[in-house]
């Protein structure tokens, strides 16, 4: 199993900045795919963006140009960097994993943490 656990949620006003972290265990490899999903209050969960171990990534359109993710693997952990933060970016957001990207593309990845806060007010 892999054991996958967020931190660096919070609140914060919006145009500020919050960095969550990530940190795998378990049986995780170097090269799976990690990412990070979030859901909102009456919203279906959305993938927010992910990266492969190539230095490969996705970004949701909501995010684009303001979210960037970013791995260390040599210490399983992989972040998600949030600038210009908005209202809408409040939700739960949960890290997720699984050997292959396709597998968080189509939103059923094998590995979910336990999920972080984001509260972002106007």
């Known amino acids: 199993q892999v054991q996958l656990v967020e931190s660096g949620g919070g609140s914060v006003q919006a145009g500020g900045s919050l960095r969550l972290s990530c940190a795998a265990s378990g049986a995780i490899r170097s090269t799976d795919c990690m990412g990070w999903f979030r859901q909102a209050p009456g919203k279906e969960r959305e993938g927010v963006a992910h990266?492969?171990?190539?230095?490969?990534?996705k970004y949701a359109d909501s995010v684009k140009g303001r979210f960037t993710i970013s791995r260390d693997n040599a210490k399983n952990r992989v972040y998600l960097q949030m600038n210009s933060l908005r209202p809408e970016d409040t939700a739960m957001y949960y890290c997720a994993t699984d050997r292959v990207c396709v597998r968080l593309f189509t939103g059923r990845p094998g590995y979910w943490g336990q999920g972080t806060q984001v509260t972002v007010s106007s």
């Open positions: 990266a492969d171990a190539y230095g490969g990534t």
